[in-house]
Every structure is written in C-alpha cells, then in structure tokens.
T-cell receptor, first 114, second 111 residues
Framework: DTAVSQTPKYLVTQMGNDKSIKCEQN?????MYWYKQDSKKFLKIMFS???????INETVPNRFSPKSPDKAHLNLHINSLELGDSAVYFC?????????????FGPGTRLTVL | GDSVTQMEGPVTLSEEAFLTINCTYT??????LFWYVQYPGEGLQLLLK?????DKGSNKGFEATYRKETTSFHLEKGSVQVSDSAVYFC??????????FGAGTILRVKS
C-alpha cells in the first residue's frame, strides 16, 4: 500500500490554464504539507494543514489554493498557470506536526507549463 | 530566519570510499535536525534524525551527530555503495512542523 500518493505524476499544460494536484495519505496522520522543488532541486514548503486547518502559508501567490476536504486528503489548485510554476510538487504528511516528527513524502508531481 | 547550508556537489566517490557531507544550520532556538535522501525519480525518504544536542542519528550505515557548539550535523558513511547514489538533503524544524532544507548534495558513487 502506498503511504502518500499523488495524482497525476506528470502534468503538462499551457500558460493561463487552471490545474489541480491531488494527495492522499493512508497513514492516519493529522498533518499534511505541500512542498515545491525547483529545477535546481531546492525544496521549499508552501502550505501545511493540521486536521483540515491551515497552519502554514509561506508567501505563496494566491493563485495557489490548497484544499483539505478531510485529514487524509490535501489538494492543490493552481489558477492562471505561469512558466515559473514549472517544478516538482511534493505532498507529505506527519503524525502530529511537532518539531521532531518524520514527514513522509509522496512520489511528486512534475508540472510543466508551456 | 532559520537556514541550512550544505556542501555543494556533485560529490563523486569510488565504491567503498568514506563519505562526508557537511551541513551547518542557523536557528534561534533548539531545532530538530534531519537528513533526507532522494533517489532518482522518487520522493524524499527520511535517512536519520536527531532532536537534541549530542544525539547521534544512524541508519543504513549513515551517521550524523547533532553538534550544538558548531551548529553542525555532518553526514558520514564509512563505505559507500553504488546504490547510495542519490541527492542528500539536510533539514531542520524549529517551531512546529516547517521543514527548512539545504540546497541538496548530489552523490555519485562509481564502481
């Protein structure tokens, strides 16, 4: 069983389109995250949710809107896609969201904006 | 704000060589420290962690010791294998659950 899954794995789209990436975890964790990895492999947190409540929002453009329908799912919707949004997006989850908690990562979604 | 600095790569080693990847951090308090590994085409996996000063994390032959006096968490392995080729990320969390990553170090091991 996959612990943290993301769909789709690859997403190629045109500038200006709106797209969504879905994430599901079956670990029973309370906290979920979205990270962005750029072309130089640099990773930066975007959002964190704990029990469907937004905890972290890291100066991400408001074209990005996370949605957590329940604590096992955290989706990422992106409006008006731009070239600079091309990256790999990783979903992750952790048990409680404490400082020492291990975060479990999904396989990533490679977004390419043309 | 918090930050993590790790040595630039790529690091290229022969099989069975000794590995060190340096990592230093800046934090206002007492962070937890992590090493994550990313194999080609995959997500990140936790390699090891340490949550307080002088703790040593270890896993799969890799080790790192939390050194508060030098604000460092260097990754070491005595004998690398080709299968260790990956990108290694040093990271910290301080307040709550926000992982702050270093830039990553590519490791290439040749047979």
């Amino acid at each position: 069983d996959t612990a943290v899954s993301q769909t789709p794995k690859y997403l190629v789209t045109q500038m200006g389109n709106d797209k969504s990436i879905k994430c599901e975890q079956n670990l029973g964790h309370d906290t979920m995250y979205w990270y962005k990895q750029d072309s130089k492999k640099f990773l930066k947190i975007m959002f964190s949710y704990n029990n469907k409540e937004l905890i972290i929002n890291e100066t991400v453009p408001n074209r990005f809107s996370p949605k957590s329908p329940d604590k096992a799912h955290l989706n990422l919707h992106i409006n008006s896609l731009e070239l600079g949004d091309s990256a790999v997006y990783f979903c992750a989850s952790s048990q409680e969201g404490g400082s020492g908690d291990e975060q479990f990562f999904g396989p990533g979604t490679r977004l390419t904006v043309l | 704000g918090d930050s993590v600095t790790q040595m630039e790569g790529p690091v290229t080693l022969s099989e069975e060589a000794f590995l060190t990847i340096n990592c230093t951090y800046t934090a206002t308090g007492y962070p937890s420290l992590f090493w994550y590994v990313q194999y080609p085409g995959e997500g990140l996996q936790l390699l090891l962690k340490a949550t307080k000063a002088d703790d040593k994390g270890s896993n799969k032959g890799f080790e790192a010791t939390y050194r508060k006096e030098t604000t460092s968490f260097h990754l070491e392995k005595g004998s690398v294998q080709v299968s260790d080729s990956a990108v290694y990320f040093c990271a910290l969390t301080e307040y709550g659950n926000k992982l702050v990553f270093g830039a990553g170090t590519i490791l290439r091991v040749k047979s």
